[in-house]
């Protein structure tokens, strides 16, 4: 146990020294500019604050792809059930869904979270109990939860001019950008629960031998369908913050290919693909890792056809100075 948790502060140190290498680089190729932090109204501004507050949709997928991946599967519907999750909140408010119920932002919200909770409890359902593979499972509602959108919306862009829905992005509360909050305090709710309880030990059990942990007398089915039900609910919680982003819901393009973005922030983070060994920490400052690359390739004005590639062979550097072989 000791020698687990040493492996688990050094790939947290090494994902923290590659973060702070980038933010290095940026600071010296801004000529400083990467640092500077004004307040203007009493917010904060600045490049490293946008990263922090772009990066926090992607922090609070994390947490539910680390959960995934921990038990040896993944969730790669995150995208789509952000779509949904947008969409609800947002014909909710508008009175296209509920008509009785229009303006209602409370309820709205309550909508998208439990829609969320649902597709997560659905993919869950298809890989506990029907066995399928999770990454064909959930490519299911990767490719039907889009669709799915479009007919909550009707196939329509749908925008609305809620200050309050609004605030889930575009708040603040002592100058730091609302979605901060919720990234940080959904963070120390599940590393608590993980770390602190039984919980945590069998989802490391279900991931490392699942039939192992039956004969144990652990109820692994059962683990995997609060895991992927937890990953749909925070998925829907990013959705809200990309939707309310926007003021509205884009069903085609709301958390786009951000899945890819997810299991790659949780790879850098030394989090095993096979299940078993995972760090909540390690995979949230990956998600900053990823965040920083996208702010900084455009912020440096690279042509947007040219910056996945940049991206991916930023990536592929990070990956191989995290390996011991190389």
């Not at 200050?163 to 909050?181: H, W």
């Not at 629960?193 to 004969?215: D, W």
Request: hydrophobic letters at 55%; glycine letters at 10%.
């Amino acid at each position: 146990m000791n020698k687990l948790k040493k492996i688990a502060s050094m790939q947290v140190f090494r994902t923290l020294a590659v973060l702070l290498c980038i933010f290095l680089i940026n600071a010296v190729l801004s000529k400083g500019e990467f640092f500077r932090i004004e307040i203007v109204d009493g917010h904060l501004y600045g490049r490293l604050v946008d990263i922090f507050r772009n990066g926090s949709k992607l922090m609070i997928l994390v947490l539910g792809m680390t959960m995934a991946l921990a038990t040896g599967g993944t969730d790669i519907s995150v995208g789509s059930v952000m779509a949904i999750a947008g969409a609800v909140a947002c014909t909710v408010i508008e009175g296209s869904l509920f008509p009785f119920f229009q303006g209602n932002t409370a309820l709205a919200i309550i909508c998208a979270l439990c829609a969320g909770a649902l597709c997560g409890l659905w993919n869950g359902f298809l890989i506990a109990k029907i066995q399928m593979q999770p990454i064909v499972a959930t490519m299911i509602l990767m490719v039907a939860g889009r669709g799915i959108a479009q007919l909550i919306s009707n196939g329509r862009i749908v925008t609305i001019n809620n200050p309050s829905y609004y605030f889930i992005n575009g708040g603040y509360i002592f100058g730091i950008p609302f979605p901060l909050y919720l990234a940080f305090f959904l963070a120390f709710i599940i590393i608590f629960s993980i770390r602190k309880t039984a919980f945590g030990l069998y989802v490391e059990s279900a991931g490392c031998n699942a039939a192992a942990s039956r004969f144990a007398g652990i109820n692994a089915s059962r683990i995997k369908i609060i895991i992927y039900s937890l990953s749909g609910f925070l998925a829907a919680v990013a959705g809200l913050i990309d939707s309310a982003g926007i003021k509205g819901a884009d069903s085609n393009n709301a958390g786009l290919l951000i899945e890819l973005d997810a299991i790659l922030a949780v790879a850098i983070g030394g989090t095993s693909l096979s299940g078993g060994r995972f760090s909540f920490i390690a995979g949230l400052i990956g998600a900053l890792i990823i965040q920083s690359i996208t702010t900084s390739i455009l912020s440096f004005g690279i042509r947007p056809e040219i910056t996945q590639v940049v991206k991916a062979l930023i990536v592929i550097i990070i990956c191989l100075t995290q390996s011991p072989v190389f």
